[in-house]
């Protein structure tokens, strides 16, 4: 949910209400599990937000969140 939230930008609580709603599919299928571990080479499609390709791995913060590279459809 963490990862959806920011890349709609939404909160994470309507981000989990997206995944109930079942606005969020993982690599072409619809995911309700917003606990979901992504990795590198998903696509991510959001109803109404668009399609995006996760891309390689940057590096963790201090305070452990996880960096992505992000690639958008187009």
Known sequence: D???????GVSRGK?????????????SRAEKNPEKIISENDIISIRGC??????SYIKQSRKGKLQYIIKKFS
Do not use: D
């Open 15 to 27: 981000a989990k209400e997206m995944f109930l709603q079942n606005l969020i599919f993982l690599n």
């Open 2 to 8: 963490c990862f959806v939230s920011a890349l709609a």
């Open 50 to 55: 668009g399609r995006v390709i996760v891309g």
